[in-house]
């Protein structure tokens, strides 16, 4: 077991999301298509999303320009965040421990699913939205606090932010009514919990908000804080340092990935589906029982 540093909780400074405002649309401009959300959302769905909403532009305005997508396209008038879910069958590799079934998280609810699948579903409706004449800025959903700590650049001037400019896509899928983040630091949503994947696209057309969630996901659950065999939880924030160390299903990501720690394989995480399932909510044939030992 590693030796826990002095603790310091991870809770990343935030702007308070605004509670939505109908945004006015600009005036079609000659040859433009006209959109609509309702349609926005299922061709999302038909290109593969599993989520998908909508946050008002003006819930980023007050962020630093670091994260902030108007640094990027100041036009923009929405943000679209597209989700895709990772199969609850990709943890049974790490429950049971198995080096070869590991492997199936590894692909099907990461690295393959966020470069592959995700990738397709966010480029094919970002082109869709540029086939009706206005533009969609595809992006990862990059851990920004990691990719603050390896800066790639230095601004070109200086009234603009050094390169590149990562958009916090927790915040802005709080913003569109997706989820809030867990106990455990993960983001959760009502419809998979912790098991879901995001990409974000930024585009001019002001299509009608989603409302921010609001909810608390984990009132009355401490499942991820009591599983956690380092205790790097406390209910309250994450020891990161301790959570580097996490031998648990987490994964260490590479510098294209700016080396952040993958933790929605980690053991912490899998509490909270095995309490989801046990509280009879997405339950499945069989349960999402951990292994012996609590692991």
Not at 60 to 65: M, Q, Y
Not at 120 to 138: K, S
Not at 150 to 167: D, I
């Amino acid at each position: 077991m590693p030796r826990r540093p002095r603790k310091q909780n991870h809770r990343p400074v935030r702007t308070q999301i605004p509670q939505t405002q109908r945004l006015e649309h600009r005036p079609r401009r000659a040859g433009e298509a006209d959109m609509n959300t309702a349609e926005l959302k299922e061709k999302a769905r038909n290109f593969g999303a599993d989520l998908i909403g909508i946050a008002p532009i003006a819930a980023f305005r007050e962020l630093p320009p670091a994260h902030n997508p108007l640094a990027i396209f100041p036009q923009a008038e929405s943000m679209i965040v597209i989700g895709r879910r990772i199969p609850r069958g990709t943890l049974r590799g790490l429950e049971r421990q198995e080096r070869k079934t590991a492997a199936s998280f590894r692909h099907f609810g990461f690295v393959s699913l966020e470069d592959n699948y995700l990738a397709r579903t966010t480029y094919d409706l970002g082109i869709w939205v540029e086939t009706q004449g206005y533009e969609a800025v595809p992006m990862f959903g990059y851990d920004v606090e990691a990719a603050d700590r390896q800066p790639l650049g230095v601004p070109v001037s200086e009234e603009r932010p050094a390169p590149n400019v990562y958009v916090d896509w927790k915040f802005a899928a709080e913003a569109a009514g997706l989820g809030k983040i867990g106990r455990n630091g993960l983001f959760l949503t009502p419809e998979y919990g912790p098991l879901q994947r995001f990409a974000l696209l930024l585009s001019d057309f002001a299509f009608e908000p989603d409302r921010a969630a609001e909810d608390d996901p984990c009132r009355g659950c401490r499942a991820c804080v009591d599983a956690c065999p380092y205790g790097a939880l406390d209910g309250t924030g994450r020891n990161d340092a301790v959570c580097r160390e996490c031998r648990h299903g987490a994964i260490r990501t590479d510098i294209g990935r700016f080396g952040t720690v993958e933790r929605i394989g980690a053991v912490c995480s899998r509490a909270c589906v095995a309490a989801l399932d046990a509280a009879g909510k997405r339950k499945m044939c069989t349960a999402a029982r951990r292994a012996e030992g609590g692991i």
